[in-house]
């Protein structure tokens, strides 16, 4: 079955660094998304992206973060100058078209953790 | 801002029982609901949703109750098995968006 991949599974970087998740989407998908978990917190959604644009997103989602789909396969999240609160479990989730009808699919996520 | 409120943290129930998860929501203009399971370790997977015309959508074990009036949801089990025992979220969305709102989360245990 396919299923979203992201690495890496634990990314650890000090305050200030940049850092760069990484996802690969279920290939015949169209929209992706990222969500993040603070430790215990619940799932925020910070982004969703289809044709190669941002189609929507949140709060959290500030002029740190930025997303990109660098080739037909990979949809990466980059933090620019990591803070303590970025801290989070980021998960990477896709669906072949957008809207609560059809199914995301989420990929294992990546633990970041600042220090 | 809590707009998708799941009040109990924790819900333990006995293997063959009916587990009953509940989630609240205050924004009127959410029009479409799920439910999720995610294991430790483990990205969220998707169990069931509903659309706000239905009040209740079945799939096997699972069955998702929708009450629109009191901006209530629930998700029944049936019956338990140690197998789900995980965390439960609900997520709420509005059509002609892609904003999913999640709720806070569930712990449920299935204890056989």
């Known amino acids: 079955e396919p299923e979203v991949t ?13 850092v760069i998740l990484r996802c690969v989407p279920i290939s015949n998908h169209l929209y992706f998304y990222w ?9 925020e959604f910070l982004v969703s992206f ?10 959290i989602f500030d002029d740190q973060f930025s997303v990109e789909r660098p080739d037909g396969s990979n949809f990466t999240l980059k933090i620019r100058s990591t803070k303590l609160e970025d801290s989070a479990m980021y998960f990477c989730a896709s669906s072949t078209q957008g809207g609560g009808h059809y199914e995301q699919y989420f990929g294992p996520g990546t633990r970041l953790t600042v220090t | ?13 006995q293997e063959g029982r009916i587990s009953i998860l509940n989630c609240d929501y205050t ?13 430790p370790a483990e990205g969220p997977t998707f169990l069931i949703s509903i659309s706000s015309i239905k009040d209740k959508n079945e799939d096997g074990r699972f069955t998702v109750f929708l009450n629109k009036s009191a ?3 629930s998700l029944h089990i049936v019956p338990s098995q140690p197998g789900d025992s995980a965390v439960y979220f609900c997520a709420a969305l509005t059509s002609g968006t892609y904003k ?7 712990r449920l245990k299935v204890l056989a």
């Open chain 2, 71 to 73: 901006k209530h949801l």
């Open chain 1, 6 to 18: 992201q690495t890496p599974s634990h990314q650890v970087t000090q305050m200030g660094q940049e």
């Open chain 1, 50 to 59: 289809y044709n190669n644009e941002i189609s929507e997103k949140s709060e």
């Open chain 2, 1 to 13: 801002d809590q707009q998708v409120k799941q009040n109990s943290p924790s819900l333990s129930v």
């Open chain 2, 27 to 39: 924004n009127s203009m959410f029009d479409y609901f799920l439910w999720y399971k995610k294991y």
């Open chain 2, 100 to 106: 999913y709102i999640f709720g806070t989360g569930t």
């Open chain 1, 35 to 43: 969500y993040r978990q603070i430790l215990g917190q619940k799932v």
